[in-house]
Every structure is written in C-alpha cells, then in structure tokens.
C-alpha cells in the first residue's frame, strides 16, 4: 500500500493508504498512534485507584491512568512512568492482563493494559501542562456495578476491569 501523510500531530496523524487487497483497489484513511499504556492499580485498602480526567469534548470522565508510548518506549516502562506521574504510587510490579485495539477499523493505536501491584504512596502528581485530573478510589465491586450501569464509558477501563474480573471470577 502506498502512503500519504496528510497530518501529523503530538499525539497522532492522519495518513491515506490506497493499493490493491485481494484484486480490489482499496482506499483506506488510517489516525496513526503510538500505542498506550493503561494501568489498574489498587491501593493499600484494595480500592481501584482512578483518575478523574477533563476529556474534552466530554467534559470529566472517570477512567485508569493512561498515557501514550514515547517513541520507542516500551508499553511495560511507559506503565511504570504513567502511574506515578499521574497518581503519585509507585508499583512494584506490572503484570499484562490485556492489548486491544479501541478503534481497530481506522485507527493503528493500541491499549496495553497492566494489573499494579506491590503499590506504594510516592510523590505528588506530575502531569503536563494542559493535563487536568485528581486521584479518584473505588471499590471494585462498585466499578463493575458502574460500567454495567453506564457511569464508566472509557473503553480502557472497561475492557481492564472486565478482564480483571472475570480472571478473578468476581463476574
């Protein structure tokens, strides 16, 4: 397939595929993105540590720390730095529990989501400029109850916490 960059942005760009797939002349507009990492992290208290973020257009939504891969970055180090940047706990240990693609027909991001155990208070938050968020704690229990009632709309929470559940046969 040839490409065409059309955008590039700071956290993604926007490139125009067109080629051939299986005899068929295809066009295909494709957002580009480094990848994610999202983390489920519990506190001392067993409760989810959650961040209560301004997503514009959406207003504040409540969701698990998150950032974008630097370039080059691997998704267990960029975990590591995006917890304690955004929550102030330090974790001792990222466990994988789960990588999907949100958007897969026209996005190339990818969310790697990790379990944060071994979770210690370290420092106070440490978030760029335009990043407008505080540390929200819940139960877990009270989570589930919250994405199955439509409160959590956040596709990386939902898809780590459901994961988290079912292997820990809570649903």
């Known amino acids: 397939m040839k490409k065409k960059k059309i955008f590039e942005g700071k ?10 797939i299986e005899g068929r002349k295809v066009k295909r507009e494709m957002i580009e993105h480094r990848g994610a990492a999202a983390i489920l992290g519990f506190d001392e208290n067993k409760k989810v540590i959650l961040v209560k973020q301004h ?3 959406h207003g504040y939504v409540l969701e698990i720390p998150a950032g974008t891969l630097e370039n080059g970055e691997k998704p267990i180090k960029c975990a590591f730095r995006e917890f304690e940047e955004e929550t102030g706990y330090k974790a001792k240990k990222m466990t994988p529990i789960i990588s999907y693609y949100p958007s897969i027909g026209y996005n190339t991001e990818i969310i790697h989501c990790f379990v944060a155990t071994g979770v210690k208070k370290n420092s106070d938050l ?3 400029y335009d990043e407008i968020l505080s540390v929200v704690k819940v139960d877990v ?3 589930l ?4 009632t439509g409160k959590i709309q ?3 929470t939902i898809c780590a916490v459901l994961t988290y559940a079912a292997k820990k046969k809570l649903i």
């Open 145 to 148: 109850s919250m994405i199955k």
């Open 126 to 128: 440490n978030l760029d």
């Open 55 to 57: 997503r514009y257009p």
């Open 154 to 156: 956040d596709s990386k």
């Open 141 to 143: 229990k009270k989570l």
């Open 11 to 20: 956290v993604l760009g926007l490139s125009v595929y067109q080629g051939e």
